[in-house]
């Protein structure tokens, strides 16, 4: 389990940088046309702050399960289908936390899923019920696309399903079965996490299962860290195209002075070998450009209340 | 990105952010919660419930509001990106769910690379005041949608007004070029049952799509409404 050093401040902003690699995988397709988002010319795949919420949601719901900490049905308020691959309405999801969580009719609250679900506190959510509405805004969101902060190879694989499917006239497809995808090769992906931790407060003070007097600041990014690893390390989606991603450090820090709000994204321009296919390349890579970054950030030992690394990941420039 | 008010499944981005949208970035950095959201420090439930029937079931922080109305809340802005260019960007955007064939998923278009020069025209001790919250925000700032978060620096305050060079200029009828609807806080919104008035267009002058000269660089960025005919 991660621990954060003592943190308990309840303003300004704080930053989390999350670094994880995929290995032959297809993280976060476009859904429209169900290739790897990248960026054209530098050839850097990026996916949305909402692929890692939705990682850090199930990472969040293990790190509450394996603690003991609530009902497995109420963990996280965003499971929009059921064991089945059943789609479920906004109403269903509330009354399965309020069945879970024993909330007669008497005692029920239009904020009873902000105040019990774990994750809505650190994402936000917009209650759109007629005559109930209000909206949470997100703690935590990442400052700019998570991103490979290198070029990556990727190649066009075939792929060959079983059994070809039959057409409305029972004739099989000619082109059914088999098809070509892309897939990327190796990236180490970068996300800047900011939580705004006056928000963090606002969404989580009145909070049923994390009461805030007990666990503070501290508490809550603890979860969301711990959470966010396990989502790429014990409990990693377990799709072929998703399970070979795993989580190589994290670091938090509250900057006590004007930052550059430098991108890692352009991390890539100060690289001397844009293409990196390979973990230890990026690690030699991630030594050699983090440092001026951090300090652009100020990060410092002064500053940070979180750092934990991979084995597999000798990051000196954090040490 | 900067949803169209004309646009009724809020998908493709403005240009720019309209003066409600620059309004609403300050009112975030000074704390001003809107009344429906979890940052209001209390909720007046029966209040609401007036406003809900008013029409007005996001109704803008009063606060705010108040604001724009007591410091005459007059703002510039301009593009500073190069060459505009939209994103497509899927959001997990449920507008609705439907159990029997699956969830509605919105594309959004978002603007890449983004960067503004924005001027408020304020008090001395107005503009210190709004610099501060500005460095120091209370609630995350954002830029038109919560997923895309706001980092605003070069904060400075001048004596001088800013040269009519490049600023969005007003057009009331119609708009040649990367326009936004002018939008605007209606400060009297209980009286007229809406939160914001779009008139005619904002409109971003590019690198490639240069503007007009000789408008006015600041707009008045609140506007009243008169009361709707009983």
């Given at each position: 389990?991660?621990?954060?050093?003592?943190?308990?401040?309840?303003?300004?902003?704080?930053?989390?940088?999350?670094?994880?690699?995929?290995?032959?995988?297809?993280?976060?397709?476009?859904?429209?046309?169900?290739?790897?988002?990248?960026?054209?010319?530098?050839?850097?795949?990026?996916?949305s702050d909402v692929?890692l919420k939705h990682?850090a949601r199930r990472?969040i719901k293990?790190?509450?399960?394996?603690?003991?900490?609530?009902?497995?049905?109420s963990a996280i308020f965003y499971e929009k289908e059921?064991?089945?691959?059943?789609?479920r309405d906004f109403a269903t999801r509330i009354k399965l936390i309020r069945?879970?969580?024993?909330?007669?009719?008497?005692?029920?609250n239009k904020k009873d899923a902000l105040h019990h679900c774990l994750d809505l506190p650190l994402f936000g959510y917009v209650h759109a019920v007629k005559?109930e509405n209000f909206s949470v805004t997100n703690a935590i969101n990442t400052?700019?696309?998570?991103?490979?902060?290198?070029?990556?190879?990727?190649?066009?694989?075939?792929?060959?399903?079983?059994?070809?499917?039959?057409?409305?006239?029972?004739?099989?497809?000619?082109?059914?079965?088999?098809?070509?995808?892309?897939?990327?090769?190796?990236?180490?992906?970068?996300?800047?996490?900011?939580i705004n931790?006056?928000m963090l407060?606002v969404n989580a003070h009145e909070h049923k299962i994390m009461?805030?007097?007990?666990?503070?600041?501290?508490?809550w990014?603890?979860m969301f860290?711990?959470g966010?690893?396990?989502?790429?390390?014990?409990?990693?989606?377990?799709?072929?195209?998703?399970?070979?991603?795993?989580?190589?450090?994290?670091?938090?820090?509250?900057?006590?002075?004007?930052?550059?709000?430098?991108?890692?994204?352009?991390?890539?321009?100060?690289?001397?070998?844009?293409?990196?296919?390979?973990?230890?390349?990026?690690?030699?890579?991630?030594?050699?450009?983090?440092?001026?970054?951090?300090?652009?950030?100020?990060?410092?030992?002064?500053?940070?209340?979180?750092?934990?690394?991979?084995?597999?990941?000798?990051?000196?420039?954090?040490? | 990105?900067?949803?169209?008010?004309?646009?009724?499944?809020g998908?493709?981005?403005?240009?720019?952010?309209?003066?409600?949208?620059?309004?609403?970035?300050?009112?975030?950095?000074?704390?001003?919660a809107s009344?429906k959201s979890q940052g209001a420090?209390?909720h007046?439930?029966?209040?609401?419930?007036?406003?809900?029937?008013?029409?007005?079931p996001w109704?803008?922080?009063?606060?705010?509001?108040?604001?724009?109305?007591?410091?005459?809340?007059?703002?510039?802005?301009?593009?500073?990106?190069?060459?505009?260019?939209?994103?497509?960007?899927?959001v997990n955007g449920c507008k609705d769910l439907?159990?029997?064939?699956?969830n509605l998923r919105m594309?959004?278009?978002?603007?890449?690379?983004?960067?503004?020069?924005?001027?408020?025209?304020?008090?001395?001790?107005?503009?210190?005041?709004?610099?501060?919250?500005?460095?120091?925000?209370?609630f995350p700032?954002s830029?038109?949608a919560s997923f895309c978060?706001?980092?605003?620096?070069?904060?400075?305050?001048?004596?001088?007004?800013?040269?009519?060079?490049?600023?969005?200029?007003?057009?009331?009828?119609?708009?040649?070029?990367?326009?936004?609807?002018?939008?605007?806080?209606?400060?009297?919104?209980?009286?007229?049952?809406?939160?914001?008035?779009?008139?005619?267009?904002?409109?971003?002058?590019?690198?490639?799509?240069?503007?007009?000269?000789?408008?006015?660089?600041?707009?008045?960025?609140?506007?009243?409404?008169?009361?709707?005919?009983?």
């Open positions: 389990m991660i621990t954060l050093q003592d943190f308990n401040k309840e303003t300004g902003n704080a930053y989390i940088l999350f670094g994880h690699e995929a290995i032959q995988a297809r993280p976060n397709l476009d859904p429209y046309t169900s290739t790897l988002r990248m960026n054209d010319e530098t050839m850097q795949v990026y996916t692929h990682h990472g293990a790190y509450a399960l394996e603690n003991e900490l609530t009902h497995p049905d059921d064991e089945m691959g059943k789609a069945e879970s969580q024993e909330i007669t009719k008497k005692d029920e005559n400052l700019f696309r998570p991103v490979t902060f290198h070029s990556c190879e990727i190649l066009s694989l075939g792929r060959n399903n079983a059994f070809p499917s039959l057409d409305k006239d029972g004739e099989i497809k000619e082109s059914a079965g088999s098809a070509t995808v892309d897939s990327l090769e190796y990236g180490f992906f970068l996300s800047l996490w900011e931790l006056n407060k009461s805030w007097d007990e666990t503070k600041t501290k508490g990014i603890e860290v711990n966010l690893w396990k989502a790429y390390t014990t409990d990693r989606f377990p799709s072929f195209t998703q399970r070979s991603q795993f989580a190589q450090f994290v670091i938090g820090w509250q900057p006590g002075s004007d930052v550059s709000y430098e991108n890692p994204a352009d991390l890539f321009s100060q690289l001397n070998n844009k293409q990196i296919n390979n973990h230890a390349d990026a690690v030699e890579a991630l030594n050699t450009v983090l440092p001026h970054f951090l300090a652009g950030w100020d990060y410092n030992s002064d500053t940070s209340f979180l750092k934990h690394l991979d084995k597999n990941c000798p990051l000196n420039c954090l040490s | 990105m900067w949803r169209n008010p004309y646009e009724s499944m998908s493709f981005s403005c240009l720019g952010p309209a003066p409600s949208n620059i309004a609403g970035l300050i009112g975030a950095a000074l704390g001003f009344p420090e209390s007046d439930e029966k209040a609401l419930k007036k406003l809900d029937k008013k029409g007005l109704s803008v922080s009063p606060e705010l509001l108040q604001w724009q109305s007591d410091n005459d809340y007059h703002v510039a802005c301009r593009w500073m990106g190069d060459h505009p260019k939209r994103r497509p960007w899927n439907d159990p029997v064939n699956d594309q959004q278009q978002i603007i890449e690379q983004p960067r503004y020069e924005v001027a408020l025209k304020l008090s001395d001790e107005e503009a210190d005041r709004i610099a501060k919250a500005l460095r120091e925000p209370k700032l830029l038109g978060r706001a980092i605003i620096t070069n904060i400075s305050i001048e004596n001088e007004e800013p040269q009519r060079d490049n600023w969005a200029y007003w057009e009331t009828v119609f708009a040649v070029g990367d326009a936004t609807p002018l939008s605007r806080h209606i400060i009297n919104a209980e009286d007229a049952g809406e939160r914001i008035k779009s008139d005619g267009f904002w409109v971003y002058p590019t690198k490639y799509q240069p503007g007009e000269l000789g408008h006015e660089t600041f707009v008045k960025g609140y506007c009243f409404a008169e009361e709707p005919e009983k």
